[in-house]
């Protein structure tokens, strides 16, 4: 699935990498545990976190993740931002809720990691 | 190719530093995508552990043409039992350590999971050091 079609599907917001809207992603990973973010080896992934800190970005870029939404109204810090455009990462935030942003992903067709 | 890189204990908005500069060494170093990952993702571990559990520490980087080593030394509370805190879900870490989205004892199994060679010693009340080698030339 494209990026675009994701920020659709969500009714979401994109704060950085308008650039690379045409990306295509494969699998989606819920979770506010970077410790387990960080034991991810599938490639294409889009993380949805409702934790907005450094960590988050330095943890994806560490595990190869250029793709993030934050849930739940979480707001990206200019300093996430910044780190994110270093890395060529796109950040989106999103008013719905893990769940529900987790459901409609899933029945559109984004794969499960585990 | 040696580098040296500090970390500051209890600094999250540093942690990752070195392994982030790390990243950016090897893949000029044209490594393999898979094989730097690998490496970042242990390093990180490592570095993030000692912003979460010691007072500082370095880390001392030697790649050579078939090898990175990677060697992480502290100034901290020390690990009484290595091998308790290797498994998988015993974490010592405090709330605002959870609160960043850490400790929930993955970091030593994960770091062990990508490396090729991982040796710890401690010394309580004194500091940890971590070793860990991985070999770039995989297939
Ligand atoms: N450098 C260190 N100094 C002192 N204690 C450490 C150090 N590294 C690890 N430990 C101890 O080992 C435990 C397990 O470490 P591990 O990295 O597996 O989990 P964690 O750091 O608690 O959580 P996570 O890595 O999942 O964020 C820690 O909770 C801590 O008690
Ligand atoms: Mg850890």
Avoid: W
């Avoid at chain 2, 898979?34 to 990180?44: D, F, G, P, Q």
């Avoid at chain 2, 850490?102 to 060679?117: H, V, Y």
């Amino acid at each position: 699935m494209k990026i675009r079609e994701v920020v659709q599907l969500l009714n979401a917001k994109v704060i950085s990498g308008h650039d690379y809207l045409e990306a295509e992603v494969e699998y989606t990973f819920a979770s506010d545990l970077m410790s387990d973010v960080l034991t991810i080896e599938k490639e294409n992934i889009l993380l949805l976190t409702g934790l907005a800190n450094l960590q988050t970005i330095r943890t994806s870029e560490m595990s190869e993740i250029s793709n993030i939404v934050f849930v739940r109204k979480k707001k990206a810090t200019p300093e996430m931002i910044q780190l994110a455009e270093e890395n060529d990462m796109i950040l989106i935030e999103c008013d719905y809720s893990m769940f529900k942003a987790s459901g409609l992903l899933y029945t559109a067709g984004l794969k499960p990691v585990y | 190719m040696n580098f040296e890189f500090n970390v500051e204990g209890g600094n999250f908005t540093k942690a990752g530093t070195a392994s982030s500069q790390l990243k950016k060494i090897l893949k000029q170093l044209n490594v393999d995508s898979k094989v730097i990952k690998r490496i970042v993702v242990a390093l990180y571990e490592a570095e993030v552990n000692i912003v979460a559990h010691a007072y500082s520490g370095k880390v001392i980087i030697d790649i050579s043409t078939d090898r990175i080593d990677m060697v992480l030394e502290d100034e901290g509370p020390g690990i009484p039992d290595i091998s308790l805190a290797m498994q998988q879900g015993y974490s010592t870490a405090s709330s605002a350590v959870r609160e960043m989205g850490f400790g929930a004892g993955m970091g030593l199994p994960n770091m062990k999971n990508n490396c090729d060679e991982l040796t710890i010693t401690s010394e309580v009340g004194k500091g940890t050091i971590v070793k860990m080698a991985v070999c770039l030339n995989q297939n």
